[in-house]
């Protein structure tokens, strides 16, 4: 073996092991930041029961709410709200949602509805804008350590729209957030409200407990709690997204100090094997030179003692 090819491989040897201290590194700090994130997300799931419930209840009273409540029968101008993260080396954390997305608006594009798209993460933005697509608002710095005045920041976008009349439905596409082992890419409404069947959070309101009169009307709270929802909703889901992205990242770079290993392993393999065809070829060599010095000094030790013993006959 070459001296130049095995230092080639040791370098190389040494670049992977550089990267995989790396990798571990990135694994443990995602796996810390992942375990924050699901606290905060447990957290608030109690809050947002609450006014889950509260809305369920004035929803369930009113009657002259029409416009932001329920599913709207025709839908001609939408609001996507994307999320995602501003890094990547997350495995298919971004490029899922962000393909989610793109799938639904061809979708719902081919049947005449317009979009408006609201980006929260680099990587959506930068997705959108190499398909050509205007991106209306755009948010970064919110993927780690989300707080509710990000989550507010984003409502705002979102709510004014819909209230103005722009825009008939606002849905959400981001990642929800089920355990360590499961999270799922799904496609949320957030305005109009969805009462009944928007998820199991939503409790249907019950009575049993005694009577609710509201003061003010149910539609004027309705009016009220629906944007203050709307901001609760986006920050548990900005949570979420924060844990799924925090859990996918641990993951990918366990695989990747595990793929560095099995690398290392397999580059110091070929790297002894080729030494040892190296020095085995090389005392060939040795062996092969002595036989053949061996053997062509035979004559010449004949000759030499031939002429020393005529010498002594003479």
Known sequence: MAGGQERLLRRRIKSVEATKKITRAMELIAASQMGRARA?????????????????????????????????????????????????LCGAYNSSVLRFAERLMLAEEANGRSYKIVCVGKKAIGFFRYRNRAVDHAFTGMSDRPSFEDARKVAAEVIRPF???????????????????????????ILPL?????????????????????????????????????????YQALLEASASEHTARQRAMAAATENAEELITTLSRIMNRA??????TEIMEIVSGAEALRTAGKPVSEELLRDDNEEQIA
């Open 40 to 88: 905060r997300l447990v957290g608030t799931r109690p809050y947002v029961h609450a006014v889950e419930r509260v809305l369920a209840m004035s929803a369930e009273d009113a009657t002259h709410a029409s416009r932001i409540l329920g599913v709207p029968e025709n839908v001609d101008r939408s609001l996507l709200v994307a999320i995602v993260g501003d890094r990547g």
């Open 163 to 189: 209230l103005a009349g722009e825009v008939d439905l606002v849905e959400l596409i981001s990642t929800r957030f089920v355990s360590t082992g499961t999270q799922v890419v799904e496609r949320r409404q």
């Open 194 to 234: 969805v009462v009944e069947g928007q998820d199991d959070a939503i409790e249907e309101p019950s009575h049993a407990d005694g009577f609710y009169d509201f003061e003010p009307s149910s539609e004027e709270l309705l009016e009220l709690l629906v944007p203050q929802y709307a901001e609760v909703f986006l």
């Open 275 to 280: 030494r040892q065809d190296s020095i085995t």
